[in-house]
């Protein structure tokens, strides 16, 4: 059971709503030089066509600032109003107060309380910052990173606790500096003047377990919204389970309001994986639905047969095709469930449960598949033209129960 959202404050970005029961926000970050305009732009309408609701982009000197200007503006003379988020380590404040229209441009703000400068000249650049957000009236996402942490703070906090008798190991007086990090960070904000609907806070780790534990304590703390995801998740597989596995158990508890996954580039994989896989995560949980979910046989002895496996990818690919039309004229078929199961063992039980599923005998290429809608028998076709024979009939029920003049 999907326990209820924690209740935070809400944060516009844009057009879009962050925390307050809005649903959750997917995004992205690029990882062209953002100089490379040409290539920046086609990798942000890369990730917005995958799905993402937000495209953060590296600004690192002046060079990607003037860059990030062009490219902010370009997008908005085509008509894309997908928010855009200025990543700033180290000189933000440099920058946003070198180039106003950027500041103006940019939709949010992202800043690492750990590397915005030391001492004094932390607090001088911090508050540079917030006061060009509150000028401009524009959120800002205080992002606290493992990697990245005040090592002044750990070891205040360090040097702190040592001298208590309930002594705590270094790894909780790392946690605790990371969440003082982002709590001090944000009051600190507040004082100097930007509005709590303004603030959206992340603490982020490498580590699936410190990322748990950390957002559950911040959780208990404060009321703004928070943006999750793993620092470095890792490529392939392992990246992609253990950014699943820490976003699943953060969401089911209610935390979190905005994801991103970070994997690490793999060649000829496009960087709109990580998009992907923050939308399966989303629909998995039954936060979200984006497209219908296809449940599909593992295959085993019994399923001599292939035509399941080919099938899958077929139905797969023919609704990713037809989403976009799909969804205008058919609202609700990104709810609909469709199965294709190889076997008689589960095949008809899995079937009916779906709205829409077929059961292969299994057994050989021989043989009637059995077709249901809504636990009822629809149809038994021949394994000939398999195929055609299905995505009719898919085609045909979509039609049927999403129509809009139904």
């Known amino acids: 059971m999907i326990k209820n959202r924690r209740h935070t404050l809400s944060v516009k970005i844009g057009n879009i709503f962050v925390g307050r029961g809005h649903p959750i926000v997917i995004q992205s970050m690029t990882n062209t030089p953002t100089e ?5 732009i086609k990798q942000i309408k890369e990730l917005i066509r995958a799905g993402s609701e ?47 229209l950027l500041a103006q441009l940019l939709d949010k703000y992202r800043i690492n309380p750990g590397n915005v400068g030391k001492g004094h000249q932390r607090e001088d650049n911090f508050s540079s910052i917030i006061k060009i957000a509150i000028k401009y009236n524009k959120p ?93 998740a890792g490529s392939g597989v392992e990246g992609i389970s253990a950014s699943a596995s820490a976003l699943g158990i953060l969401l089911q508890q209610g935390i979190g309001d905005t994801i991103r996954v970070s994997l690490t580039p793999q060649p000829k994989v496009s960087r709109a994986r990580e998009v992907e896989v923050c939308r399966a995560v989303v629909q998995s949980l039954g936060f979200r639905h984006f497209s219908p979910k296809v449940t599909s046989c593992p295959g085993c002895g019994r399923t001599k047969s292939d035509k399941f496996i080919s099938l899958t990818e077929n139905v797969k690919f023919y609704i990713k095709k037809n989403m976009p039309k799909w969804q205008k004229k058919f609202p609700g078929v990104e709810k609909m469930r469709v199965a294709i199961m190889g076997c008689i063992v589960n095949g008809p039980g899995e079937s009916k449960h779906a709205d829409i599923g077929i059961s292969l005998p299994g057994s050989s290429d021989k043989g009637e598949a059995l077709v249901f809608t809504k636990g009822t028998l629809l149809a038994q076709i021949q394994q000939k033209n398999l195929k055609k024979q299905f995505l009719r009939l898919l085609e045909k029920y979509i039609k049927k129960t999403f129509s809009n003049e139904n």
Not at 36 to 40: C, G, L, S, V, Y
Not at 68 to 81: E, T
Request: aromatic share 6%.
């Open 140 to 232: 800002v996402r205080i992002g606290v990173n493992g990697g990245s942490l005040d090592e002044e703070l750990f070891l205040k906090l360090k040097k702190k606790y040592s001298k208590k008798k309930n002594f705590k190991d270094l790894k909780s007086i790392w946690h605790e500096a990371l969440i003082e990090s982002a709590l001090q960070s944000a009051q600190y904000a507040e004082k100097l003047g930007l509005a709590q609907n303004k603030i959206i806070l992340s603490v982020k780790t490498s580590d699936l377990q410190d990322l748990i534990t950390v957002n559950e304590k911040l959780a208990k703390r404060c009321l703004y919204p928070f943006h999750l995801g793993l620092t470095e």
């Open 36 to 40: 490379n305009i040409p290539a920046t």
């Open 54 to 100: 937000m495209v953060r982009i590296t600004i690192k000197d002046a060079k990607a600032a003037e860059a990030a200007i062009i490219i902010i503006q370009k997008l908005r003379q085509q008509k894309i109003p997908t928010p855009m988020i200025g990543d700033f380590h180290y000189n933000g404040h440099i920058l946003l107060q070198q180039f106003p």
